[in-house]
Structures are given as C-alpha cells and as structure tokens.
C-alpha cells in the first residue's frame, strides 16, 4: 500500500514570498501523482498533476511541482505567493497498474497554509 | 451537470440512526470514489466504483458502511446505526475511467452524529 508524507502541517509566508512544500511517498511501484487545493468554504480542486514524462508539471495559478524519483519526492512550488492562495493543500499518489485499472487515491495530512497581505 | 454533486449537503442525525447519503457524478464518468474527511484522520479513501461494479470494499470502515451504484451514474453511501466517530465530511469523486485518471471532487457531505 502507499504511504504519503508531508512535511509540514502549518505555513505561515507573507505575501510575495517563495513557497515550497515538501511531499514524500512510499511505494515499490509506479504511481501517479497529485497536488490538490482546498480552499475555504470550497471543494478539492486540482492544481496540478504527474503521470509521466517531463518530471517538473506546471499547474493552475502559478504553481508548479518536481517528480525526484530516487527521493520519492513531488514537492510543490511557486515563486511568488498571492493572498488568495491561502488554503489547505493536499499531496496525493495513486499507483499506477500495468493492467489497467487503480486504486483511490491515498492523501497527506494537507499543510494548511496561511498567507498575510 | 458541470461537475460532481452531493446531497444532501450537510446531515444532522442521532446515533443509532442510518443515514444515506448521495452522489451524481459528471456525466459520462464511467469510476466513481467516496472518500471521508475527518480531523483526526484526514483523507481516507473508502471505495471505488467502476460501472456498477466494487471490487475492493476492504477500505470501508467498518460493516455499518456499505455503498452501491445503480445505472452507472448515482451512487449512495449508506451508514447503519451511526456512530459518533464517523461524523465527518464524505466526498464523491469521478473520473472519466479508472486507469489513471485524474479525479473531481464533489463539494462533500457533511455529516454530524449527536
């Protein structure tokens, strides 16, 4: 079964400030992978996604994230940070079955991250 | 619809009762997922739906939870006698098929166990 890890429960950033937010997965196999966005009083939105191919994704708003295979890793970025993008985020991994067909999706405990104009 | 929908949007009821809560995916998702959202627990996934049809019921939480979809489409998640500890947020998801598919999220089912 798949396991994911996020580092940070909690962020704090002012506007303008880099964001990074680390995600690491345990699996033997190949997986797919997730950022999602819960922002307040909102459903889970997507914000970017990897299945294969070029490891770093670019997503909605800015955001962009870097599949390190030999780390485990899919930490998300963004170079400049906006108030808007004050909401929970949730790292995510599917594995990905030759034969066709997957699982849920397995989830971090989310980082709730709190940007201050 | 455009997207996912829940209904009903949030559920108060008292312990012991059943509740049943209900999911409209997009139309055309051919897989269905129920996730619960609870502080304790953050996202847990439950079950999956490809069709009518769920092969794995291992991740429900307990025999009180049993799920089922009709026609391909609607889905409704049921809990028997409820318990305190499953008050949480239940979310729907849809995706276009099962192989790796990017999934939407419905904006979820509160529930509240008195």
């Not at chain 1, 506007?15 to 009083?41: D, I, R």
């Not at chain 1, 067909?101 to 709190?114: E, V």
């Not at chain 2, 996912?4 to 409209?24: F, I, Y």
Request: glycine residues 10%; proline residues 4%.
């Amino acid at each position: 079964a798949q396991s994911v890890s996020q580092h940070n429960h909690h962020v704090i950033l002012s506007e303008a400030a880099s964001l990074e937010l680390g995600c690491n997965y345990s699996y033997g196999g190949t997986v797919n992978l997730f950022w999602y966005v819960q922002y307040p009083g909102q459903h889970l939105q997507l914000l970017l996604k990897y299945f294969s191919g070029d490891p770093l994704v670019k997503g909605i708003k800015g955001f962009e994230a870097e599949f390190i295979k030999s780390k485990f890793s899919f930490n998300l970025r963004k170079p400049s940070v906006q108030w808007s993008d004050t909401a929970e985020y949730f790292c995510a991994v599917t594995a990905k079955y030759s034969g066709g067909g997957a699982d849920g999706l397995t989830f971090g405990k989310g980082t709730h991250l709190i940007i201050q104009p | 619809g455009a997207g996912v929908s829940q209904s009903p949007s949030n559920k108060v009821t008292e312990k012991g009762k059943d509740v049943e809560l209900r999911c409209d995916p997009i139309s055309g998702h051919t897989a269905l997922y129920w996730y619960r959202q609870s502080l304790g627990q953050g996202l847990e996934f439950l079950i999956y739906f490809q069709g009518n049809s769920a092969p794995d019921k291992s991740g429900l939480p307990s025999d009180r939870f049993s799920a089922e979809r009709t026609g391909g489409s609607v889905s409704t998640l049921t809990i028997q006698r409820t318990q305190q500890e499953d008050s949480a947020v239940y979310l729907c998801a849809s995706s276009l098929t099962l192989t790796s598919e990017t999934q939407y999220f419905g904006p979820g089912t509160r529930l509240l166990v008195l």
